[in-house]
């Protein structure tokens, strides 16, 4: 099974890597279950270089969206270093890098070497290897948790509620909120064996397909993180 394990984890890398995806309806996707999905998962971090990553991602942290994912629990996954960026208040998103890339503004979380924590604007664009977002139960943990890029913003001192507002072209879409205890209680998650420095603690819109053009994730007094996609 570990060996059915790495060949799925390897047909989702090479997807990643062609930016091409594969159909979650068909077998093997048909028959994940949480076990199986686990170890494809697990695999899917080794072979993207993500095994000793201090960067992590926190998703599914509500029923409603555990419920569309097919998963029985919030989700927490390693990033692969090389698709992580910080500090960053300017970006650029090649669409033509990823398969159906989505943007989730997020509260990113800074763990400084004393186990100190500082806020960070955060935006992950999320990318799935299944056709459509057509994701089969349990096909989130084997996909790595949908990583594709994650930008997290300077640091700076926490707010007790973070909100954020997103602007495509100069139109609102959205505004969201999130507290910082909740993002702070959620890094739990995360195997305290494993090393730490940033944190993405999940959602605070609904997401957004990338679309061409300008958007701007404005988090008051955190700062702002702009990102043109071509």
Do not use: Y
Request: proline residues 7%.
């Amino acid at each position: 099974m570990c060996d059915e394990a790495e060949r799925m984890a390897e047909i989702l890398v090479n997807a990643r890597r062609s930016a091409s995806p594969v159909d979650g309806s068909a077998a093997p996707w048909s028959e994940l279950d949480g076990s199986l999905s686990a170890r494809v998962g697990s695999a899917f971090g080794r072979q993207v270089g993500a095994v000793d990553s201090s960067f992590w991602k926190l998703g599914a942290v509500d029923a409603e969206t555990q419920v569309r994912l097919g998963v029985d629990g919030p989700l927490f996954a390693p990033l692969d270093p090389d698709n992580v960026s910080w500090d960053v208040t300017t970006a650029t998103i090649e669409l033509s890098e990823l398969i159906a890339p989505k943007f989730e503004p997020e509260i990113g979380i800074f763990v400084d070497g004393e186990g100190g924590l500082r806020a960070m604007p955060c935006v992950e664009v999320a990318d799935s290897r299944f056709a459509s977002w057509s994701l089969p139960p349990w096909g989130v943990v084997a996909d790595g948790a949908l990583q594709g890029r994650m930008l997290f913003g300077p640091t700076a001192e926490p707010l007790e509620v973070v909100r954020v507002t997103v602007v495509h072209d100069g139109r609102e879409l959205a505004q969201g909120e999130g507290s910082w205890a909740e993002a702070v209680a959620r890094i739990q998650l995360i195997p305290r064996e494993r090393p730490v420095r940033m944190v993405a603690t999940g959602a605070l819109t609904p997401l957004f397909a990338c679309a061409p053009g300008t958007w701007v994730f404005d988090f008051g007094p955190l700062g702002e993180i702009s990102v043109r996609v071509d």
